[in-house]
């Protein structure tokens, strides 16, 4: 079992927050597609035998890709491993690129996930982040979605949005309950390093919401979802029943990944690799025909470091027999550093799996840098 995600690293336009890898110079999506796959033929021995049950096209806006573009990339990828037949497709997309024909011909390239990037229904908060898109543009992009033959799609929203109130969160998940998606992953608004909004904090001209604000918005989605029958599965995921993402799920339970394009991280045998985050380096790389990655071995207090941040998001909790397997000083840290947070009630044991309250989520980082251990 094993998970492919390609990184489209282009945008129309940067996002205020946005810390991730992409360039809006559109003039290059040709060349680095053409670097992709030539990556994809490469590294097709990194999987060996394993059956991709997930592939993830992320970004950057994979959906700025034409449809040649596009089943030229699918092709490649079908040529080159062995996908198994029920394979979880996702496409992240954004509003301004969803049209009826497209819908459907991503759906007739195999796509058969989608995963939209709304943010807000407020033109206001779209504007102040520098989204492309505006709240009408969104209502159509659903509405489409609802009509296509994507039925399976994840909407991506944002709450503590800078000076929102709990009427402006609701108003965006009254919005998103007209429509049908069947996962939605929900993000607080935090300021990254190296984005605009971090400059614009440094020079006092934006302000964050308060983690009061930001606590009550958590917990109202928390509440709301469960009404509209969402299981929140994940700290910032709530999915139908029987729809949570396998592939992040698979980011979660540390089952390997091919990581493929600029910036993409992989993932197996306890090596994490990643590829350069620059578009032209990466095009170099291809030119000359020398692939190279920057890499780093997980040591036992890594892996446990990391079993403890992955358990504690899910609500499936840390596995017991996973714990099992750490020799017995880590073992020991863990329950010496947790022993309180079980008799507070936060963590919550059972035979098969130690969990976070869930009404602790909203500092579940916190939790878990709390249980970590510290190398010297
Ligand atoms: S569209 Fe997505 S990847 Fe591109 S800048 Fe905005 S948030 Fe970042």
Not at 97 to 118: F, K, M, P, Y
Not at 205 to 222: D, G, I, P, V, Y
Not at 263 to 292: G, I, K, P
């Amino acid at each position: 079992m094993a998970g492919i995600y390609i990184h489209i690293p282009f945008c129309r336009q940067a996002c205020y927050y946005c810390n991730f890898h992409f360039s809006t110079q559109l003039k290059n999506l040709g060349n680095v597609l053409e670097a992709i796959m030539w990556e994809l033929d490469l590294r097709k021995g990194y999987l060996e035998e394993q059956t991709v049950e997930t592939i993830y096209l992320g970004g950057g806006t994979p959906s700025l890709l034409n449809i040649g573009q596009l089943n030229q990339l699918i092709d490649s990828v079908k040529e080159k491993y062995r996908i198994a037949q029920e394979v979880e497709f996702t496409m992240e997309c954004n509003p301004e690129d969803v049209t009826s024909e497209g819908l459907q011909h991503w759906r007739d390239a195999g796509i058969n996930r989608l995963s939209i990037g709304i943010q807000s229904f407020r033109d206001h908060d779209l504007r102040f982040m520098n989204r492309v898109h505006n709240a009408d543009q969104s209502l159509t992009a659903l509405e489409l979605i609802d009509e296509s033959p994507i039925e399976n799609y994840n909407v991506d929203l944002m709450f503590g949005l800078v000076d929102s109130t709990l009427e402006d969160w609701q108003y965006s998940l009254e919005k998103i309950s007209q429509f049908q998606p069947t996962h939605l992953s929900v993000y607080n608004l935090t300021i990254e390093e190296q984005t605009v909004f971090a400059h614009l904090r440094k020079t006092k001209r934006l302000e964050e919401n308060t983690t009061e604000e930001q606590r009550r918005q958590f917990r109202h989605a928390q509440n709301y979802l469960a009404q509209k029958g969402f299981q929140h599965y994940e700290i910032s995921n709530y999915s139908l029943p029987g729809y949570s993402s396998l592939h992040n799920a698979n980011y979660w339970k540390r089952i390997p990944y091919l990581g493929i394009g600029p910036s993409a991280h992989s993932f197996q045998d306890e090596v994490r690799s990643w590829n350069v985050s620059n578009n032209a380096s990466y095009l170099r790389m291809c030119e000359q025909d020398e692939y190279y990655c920057s890499k780093e071995h997980l040591d036992q207090f890594d892996q446990y470091n990391e079993t403890i941040m992955l358990g504690l998001r899910c609500d499936s909790g840390i596995d017991i027999t996973k714990l099992s397997l750490f020799p017995t000083e880590i073992r020991d840290h863990f329950y010496r550093e947790s022993e309180h947070m079980m008799k507070e009630g936060i963590l919550i044991s059972t035979d098969q799996s130690i969990r976070l309250n869930k009404d602790w989520w909203f500092i579940c980082d916190k939790v878990s840098s709390g249980l970590f251990i510290t190398k010297n």
